[in-house]
């Protein structure tokens, strides 16, 4: 039996090939985009996320595996900076929560630092392995006043065992401790040499606090402190042992602000 087709019947056309075309050509691109990112993009994330206190200079590869030199600053606007003696090297592997990282230091760290990265709405949370580093006093002249005219020297041993750190803008929260150590120290200021070593200690909880102690030395170091949102506010004080006032004047002038013989250290 034959059927006939209404006249009426709507044949539905087909979608222009150019559209099709375009489509594919957008999503390759935007692909291509991403897989090649470079790494100066995640240079600029760095610099942004500590106001411009940590600096990946002459990023290099891309954001996915790259290298770059490891520079403290006094923050934007300053000029004053201090990097690390070789290069960092990173890769990174996108996860399903975040992002996985692995950086090397072979300047600092026999193993490389491990940790993750798991963006959210108003922020971003951090899970860092053990860390176990070894980095140059020096390198701390990077921030300014008064570290770069103390112009220190020695040793920070930096460790700590698993962290898990909560930033959002305006709050920081740490799970677990943080220990450096910072080991014969030493100032052009003075003549005296080691002035000591002493032992910087951040606690976590909703309120992250900080212990300063001196572990031996003829410059004694006290002070705590404690996060507030996400600004640091410190107060310490700096003395000279006895018989040690005129050796180590210079550095009490410029550490703090003088109370007799007394140097008085305050931050935020």
């Given at each position: ?6 006249s ?8 222009a ?66 990097g ?25 760290a ?23 580093l ?39 929260r ?28 951040l ?37 000279a ?8 004047a ?14 008085l250290?305050?931050?935020?």
């Amino acid at each position: 039996m034959k059927r006939r087709i209404a006249s009426n019947a709507v044949i539905a056309p087909q979608s222009a090939p150019w559209r099709a075309a375009l489509v594919a050509a957008w999503l390759g691109a935007a692909g291509a985009l991403v897989a090649f990112a470079p790494a100066a993009w995640l240079a600029h994330g760095v610099a942004a996320a500590t106001q411009g206190h940590v600096l990946l200079a002459e990023p290099q590869g891309s954001i996915w595996r790259g290298s770059a030199q490891l520079f403290l600053t006094g923050g934007a606007g300053t000029q004053e900076a201090a990097g690390l003696p070789g290069r960092v090297e990173w890769s990174l592997l996108p996860a399903w929560r975040g992002a996985y990282v692995r950086a090397s230091m072979p300047c600092c760290a026999a193993q490389a630092l491990a940790f993750e990265i798991r963006p959210n709405w108003s922020g971003a949370l951090v899970l860092i392995d053990a860390v176990k580093l070894q980095l140059p006093a020096q390198w701390l002249s990077g921030l300014g006043a008064p570290w770069n005219t103390l112009d220190a020297q020695g040793q920070l041993l930096l460790s700590s065992d698993a962290l898990q750190v909560d930033w959002t803008p305006g709050r920081l929260r740490l799970v677990g401790t943080v220990v450096m150590d910072m080991l014969d120290m030493s100032s052009r200021l003075s003549t005296l040499a080691p002035l000591g070593d002493y032992r910087l200690s951040l606690q976590g909880g909703d309120v992250p606090t900080l212990q300063l102690q001196t572990i031996q030395g003829a410059l004694q170091l006290t002070g705590s402190g404690q996060y507030v949102g996400s600004r640091l506010r410190f107060a310490g004080e700096a003395s000279a042992a006895e018989g040690r006032e005129a050796a180590l004047a210079n550095v009490l002038n410029i550490i703090g602000r003088r109370q007799g013989a007394k140097s008085l250290i305050s931050l935020g």
